[in-house]
C-alpha cells in the first residue's frame, strides 16, 4: 500500500492533538513541538517538507554526560514547530 505524503499527514495529525493532550496532562499549554534527528542516520526530509524549522545542531551530550565529556559524539538536528501564532512574541514575554 502507498500512501502520498504519509509523513506529513502522520506529522500533522500527531501536531492537531499534541497540545490538548499535553495540556490535559501537565495542566501547561505548550508553544512549540521539537523534535531531534540523527543527521548520520536520516536527514530529516520530511519535517523539512512538513514545514518545521531547522534549528541547527545539538552539541552531542547526552543525559548521561554528567561530566561534560562526550562534546561531538552524537549531535543531533534540532527541528521545532510553532504550536500558536506569534510564537516568537509569546515566548519573548515569558522572559
Known amino acids: 500500500m502507498r500512501v502520498k505524503n504519509l509523513a506529513s499527514h502522520v506529522l500533522a495529525l500527531a501536531l492537531r492533538t499534541i497540545a490538548t493532550d499535553w495540556t490535559a496532562a501537565y495542566s501547561v499549554k505548550p508553544l512549540l513541538a521539537e523534535t531531534l534527528v ?29 561530566q561534560h565529556t562526550r562534546h561531538g559524539a552524537s549531535p543531533k538536528r534540532i527541528w521545532l514547530y510553532p504550536l500558536v ?7 519573548m514575554q515569558t522572559l
Not at 501564532?85 to 515566548?91: E, F, G, K, Y
Open 38 to 66: 540523527d543527521p548520520a542516520r536520516f536527514t530529516g526530509h520530511c519535517y523539512r517538507v512538513a514545514n518545521w524549522i531547522d534549528v541547527g545542531l545539538t552539541v552531542g551530550r547526552s543525559r548521561e554526560d554528567r
Open 85 to 91: 501564532p506569534n510564537v516568537r512574541q509569546r515566548l
